[in-house]
């Protein structure tokens, strides 16, 4: 039962920026994915950004270009850089690993992330 602890969340000005960071209780080298989802009011949880245990990433149209996801596997970190932050990326983001070994999907508690004048 892998831990995810986020931190990073809060609320921010438009054009500001946060980063989200993901700290597993274990090794995260199993998850062959692993980054952001994120949830707003009313909405579908929706990908942000992840990437592979390798180092590709993707990422949504909405945030390509403002957002940047890194992962440390050594330090079973993944962290999210968000700049140029927009009233539309105001969600609940949600830590996400696939587990490339028996494809089990893990989600971390959530942390708000506000964006507001």
């Known amino acids: 039962q892998v831990q995810f602890v986020e931190s990073g969340g809060g609320t921010v000005q438009p054009g500001g920026s946060l980063r989200l960071s993901c700290v597993a209780s274990e090794s995260i080298s199993r998850f062959y994915n692993m980054g952001w989802y994120r949830q707003a009011p009313g909405a579908q949880r929706e990908l942000v950004a992840v990437?592979?245990?390798?180092?590709?990433?993707t990422y949504a149209n909405s945030v390509n270009g403002r957002f940047t996801i890194s992962r440390d596997n050594a330090k079973n970190t993944v962290l999210m850089q968000m700049n140029n932050l927009k009233p539309q990326d105001t969600a609940v983001y949600y830590c996400?690993?696939?587990?490339?070994?028996?494809?089990?999907?893990?989600w971390g508690q959530g942390i708000q992330v506000t964006v507001s004048a």
């Open positions: 990437m592979t245990v390798h180092g590709t990433p």
């Open positions: 996400n690993g696939e587990d490339g070994t028996d494809w089990s999907v893990h």
